[in-house]
């Protein structure tokens, strides 16, 4: 009678328990870091749910979920916008991109429910990694494409921003609007190209960089101007990157 009684007991603490540890979770509520974000989606999801998910082989399990929980969750948790608790615990990790940061939780959380060792630093290794060769490759592309243009060169300007007005888009629709420029230096550091504009089918010129500019103070990043739009016009002589010109004019 005793030892059935203390049976009873704990199953009434544990499922006590468990109802308070879920119930401090608010609607909508955003983790603070890893752990916290296990907790909140073992609360969160059904018994079925976390069945059905820790019974697939993991990679299989992850990727079904990237399109759909794995949105949500970049979405709904700050991960794009990177201003949430749970973003800035993984960019203080090294990882910065969101659809690491859910891959990580959801490979996690399989594992968490399969009661096996998350391996968390192995994880962001991985990614690291990945990233690593990622912009080695995209620094070796950036290379050859930057070594086929040659001084005197005349370049066929690209529009890769906006166009300066809406006739000028017109006429590009239709190829008639050609802007061509003339290499007058290369940086093979910082792979930027000095032209000097020769031809445009539009007296304003073109549109050479569109952007948000930033000044650093201290360790932020403080904005200082919303969309600043950088012009050349036919004449005018500028540094700019590359890959807004084709070398095969």
């Known amino acids: 009678m005793i030892a059935k009684l203390i049976v009873i007991l704990t199953l009434i603490t544990t499922s006590l328990f468990a109802q308070t540890n ?15 974000a296990l907790n909140y989606l073992d609360c969160l999801w059904s018994k079925s749910d976390k069945e059905g998910f820790k019974k697939i082989p993991e990679n299989e399990a992850v990727n079904r979920l990237h399109l759909g929980t794995g949105m949500g969750i970049r979405n709904s948790w700050g991960l794009w916008k990177g201003d949430s608790k749970i973003a800035k615990y993984f960019h203080d990790l090294g990882i910065y991109h969101p659809d690491d940061m859910s891959g990580i939780i959801l490979t996690s959380f399989h594992r968490y429910l399969n009661k096996t060792d998350i391996k968390l630093d192995e994880q962001i290794k991985f990614y690291k990694d990945y990233w690593e060769k ?9 290379h050859i494409e930057f070594n086929e243009f040659y001084l005197n060169d005349t370049v066929a300007f690209k529009y890769n921003y906006d166009f300066i007005s809406m006739q000028q888009e017109n006429k590009f629709m239709y190829d ?3 802007a061509k420029g003339l290499v007058i230096a290369k940086d093979t550091i910082y792979l930027r190209l000095q032209i000097r504009l020769i031809e445009s089918c539009d007296e ?7 952007g948000d500019i930033y ?10 101007e919303k969309n600043k739009i950088d012009t050349m016009r036919i004449g005018e002589t500028k540094w700019t990157n590359y890959d807004i010109w ?4």
Do not use: F, M, V
Request: charged share 35%; aromatic share 6%.
């Open 22 to 36: 879920c119930d401090k979770y608010p609607e909508k509520y955003i983790p603070i870091d890893l752990n916290d």
């Open 134 to 142: 990622t912009k080695l490759a995209e620094s070796a592309r950036e």
């Open 176 to 178: 008639s609007c050609i």
């Open 204 to 210: 304003n010129g073109i549109i050479i960089s569109k």
């Open 215 to 224: 000044n650093k103070q201290g360790t932020k990043w403080i904005l200082k």
């Open 246 to 249: 084709d070398a095969k004019e």
